[in-house]
């Protein structure tokens, strides 16, 4: 069963080599025929010119017929040839070689078949072998081939080195991209730690259990954004727990006086959103919104599955002023989002019906 399967495959992929010769091949002719056409216009106009008359229109056709039977049979030799020994085209001894050799037999098929359609037009009879024309041609056939050579070449460098520079600008710009995301990423993690760690420091005679727990988690919290390895993007679960070690902490600092809640629809554990994108949000609801809540406080983190994904950061605290000015975290979000989708996400900040920081992105599967 294996062996045939084998065998199959392996008659598949030399059917696609067929074919794939058989396009070449056409692609080939349907280019350069065309070539062999101008080529036959181009000297019947020079002789028109050298003569100071216009040609007969006879002349004309047997001048196009014999350029475009001479293109026909040169590179259709060189096309065999390289077939028959495998050779591409590039560089090396060998393929310059094969390809003069080529050009050189195609152009001696050519005359021949040049002789063979005049004497069949005119009814003459027909010689093989003429040598005066071979020399000539052979000649013309070599300067012709090296002008062709050395401009495919260039046009190859050209290319080469073209593909060279924008692969290298899209390497550039992807070490910029990723060396801003992680610029902004370091920027918003210490935000809280002077707040943090004097919540530490107070917890340490009160509370020593309550300190470590608070000081194991602040620690968890840092590692994760140290943490080089981890990519622009992660999963809504990773995310999540980031989020939900960050509100332990802040636990500490505010008590029950306010009320922590995140809602997460289970079906996207597995989606990624951008790295750090929502605790910044969470930390100016409770900077900006939530501080001077006396009691009854509640922050509510959600996030959706409709069309997109929709990251909702819900207070019951002050109100947006009607010209909000972007603080850092925001500002943050902004160029976060900007950078891994373009222009694809939106940001809504509403008090209406409800106060929330609202985020809508495109799904990024894990």
Excluded at 53 to 71: E, H, K, M, N
Excluded at 255 to 284: C, H, M, T, W, Y
Excluded at 312 to 335: C, R, W
Aim: hydrophobic fraction near 45%; charge should be neutral; aromatic fraction near 10%.
């Amino acid at each position: 069963m294996k062996i045939s399967d084998n065998c199959d495959q392996d008659q598949h992929q030399e059917k696609s080599l067929n074919n794939f010769s058989s396009i070449s091949w056409l692609r080939l002719n349907l280019y350069n025929i065309p070539v062999g056409i101008g080529v036959g216009i181009a000297l019947c106009l020079l002789i028109s010119a050298f003569k100071g008359q216009w040609i007969s229109t006879r002349s004309l056709i047997y001048q196009v017929l014999f350029s475009t039977v001479i293109a026909f049979c040169i590179v259709n030799t060189i096309f065999v040839s390289q077939k028959i020994m495998k050779i591409s085209s590039g560089k090396g001894w060998l393929f310059l070689i094969v390809y003069y050799l080529s050009s050189i037999l195609g152009m001696l098929i050519a005359i021949e078949m040049i002789y063979l359609i005049q004497a069949w037009l005119f009814h003459q009879e027909y010689h093989f072998l003429h040598l005066e024309d071979a020399r000539f041609s052979i000649v013309v056939v070599v300067i012709v081939c090296t002008v062709i050579k050395i401009y495919t070449s260039q046009k190859r460098n050209m290319n080469a080195k073209l593909r060279e520079k924008n692969m290298n600008l899209l390497k550039l710009n992807q070490m910029k991209t990723e060396a801003e995301l992680a610029t902004l990423q370091s920027k918003i993690n210490p935000h809280f730690l002077y707040n943090s760690l004097n919540a530490i420091a107070s917890l340490i005679h009160e509370n020593p259990d309550q300190a470590e727990r608070m000081t194991i988690q602040l620690s968890k919290l840092f590692r994760y954004s140290i943490n080089q390895n981890q990519e622009s993007l992660v999963t809504v679960q990773e995310e999540m727990e980031i989020v939900s070690t960050y509100l332990d902490i802040e636990r500490v600092r505010f008590g029950d006086r306010i009320d922590f809640i995140i809602a997460v629809d289970e079906a996207l554990s597995n989606d990624k959103i951008p790295r750090f994108l929502i605790q910044p949000l969470v930390e100016n609801a409770l900077k900006h919104g939530l501080k001077n809540v006396a009691d009854h406080a509640l922050l509510r983190v959600e996030i959706q599955k409709t069309d997109k994904i929709t990251i909702a950061v819900i207070d019951n605290g002050v109100p947006f002023p009607e010209e909000l000015e972007t603080g850092y975290g925001l500002q943050s979000t902004y160029e976060k989002l900007q950078l891994l989708y373009g222009s694809d996400y939106e940001v809504q900040i509403l008090n209406q019906p409800i106060k929330q920081i609202k985020i809508i992105i495109p799904f990024t599967h894990g």
